[in-house]
């Protein structure tokens, strides 16, 4: 696990997985506070097998990243953009 302070005191924190890649980011989170599926402040982050990011989930809502055939991304659909799916 990984923190610093922010500007106002309070820390930010990010766990990784077992390859080192970022699962979940707490934001404003206090010292000695779980960063975990109970602290509210968070932001979730699912990889494939491939090691890519395909959906991040957080309070400022969710998103699903699209991959081609060639492994490029092709499109990063958001809620804001009017997605919806389950």
């Not at 991959?67 to 953009?81: P, R």
């Amino acid at each position: 696990m990984h923190q610093a302070p922010t500007p106002a005191g309070n820390y930010e924190k990010m766990v990784c997985d077992g390859e080192e890649r970022q699962a979940v980011y707490c934001y404003g989170i206090a010292v000695g506070t779980a960063c975990d599926g109970s602290y509210a402040n968070k932001t979730v982050y699912h990889d494939d097998a491939a090691g890519r990011r395909v959906r991040r989930k957080g309070v400022g809502g969710e998103a699903l990243f699209v991959y081609d055939g060639m492994g490029e991304l092709a499109a990063n659909l958001t809620e804001a953009d009017g997605a919806a799916w389950e």
